[in-house]
C-alpha cells in the first residue's frame, strides 16, 4: 500500500544541478521523517540527507553538506534533493525513504523509493 516514487535522475556534468523528488502515498506523509541515501555498486549505501516529520531538523552527510538542500512539501506528500555543485563522486543510485518520526525513538527507516540513477560526468 504504501508507495515512494522517485524521479529527477539522470545525466549532469560536474558543476551542475539536478533536482531530485520523491512522492509518498499510504502513509501520512506528515507524522514521518524522509531521508535520502545513496549507494555505489559494490559499495555500502551511504546516508545522504534527513528532513525530520515537522521539518525543523535538516542534517546532512559532510560530503555533501553545503551542496545538497533537502526539503519537502506535505501539501503535496512530496520530498526533494537538491543538488547543486555535482562532482563525479556523487555518481549513484539515489533513494528517498521513510521512517515513522517518533520523538521518543529513532527508528529504522521502514519504506524505500525504486532509486534512480544520478551519473556526473567530469
Known amino acids: 500500500q504504501v508507495q515512494l516514487v522517485q524521479s529527477g535522475g539522470g545525466l549532469v556534468q560536474a558543476g551542475g544541478s539536478l533536482r531530485l523528488s520523491c512522492a509518498a502515498s499510504g502513509l501520512t506523509f506528515g507524522t514521518y521523517d524522509m531521508g535520502w541515501f545513496r549507494q555505489v555498486p559494490g559499495k555500502e549505501r551511504e546516508f545522504v540527507a534527513l528532513?525530520?516529520?515537522?521539518?525543523?531538523?535538516?542534517d546532512y552527510s559532510d560530503s555533501v553538506k553545503g551542496r545538497f538542500d533537502i526539503s519537502r512539501d506535505n501539501a503535496k506528500n512530496t520530498v526533494f534533493l537538491q543538488m547543486n555543485s555535482l562532482k563525479p563522486e556523487d555518481t549513484a543510485v539515489y533513494y528517498c525513504?521513510?521512517?515513522?518520526?517518533?520523538?521518543?525513538?529513532?527508528?529504522?527507516?521502514?519504506?524505500w523509493g525504486q532509486g534512480t540513477q544520478v551519473t556526473v560526468s567530469s
Open positions: 525513504a521513510a521512517r515513522y518520526g517518533s520523538v521518543t525513538t529513532t527508528l529504522e527507516y521502514r519504506y
Open positions: 528532513i525530520s516529520w515537522s521539518g525543523t531538523t535538516r
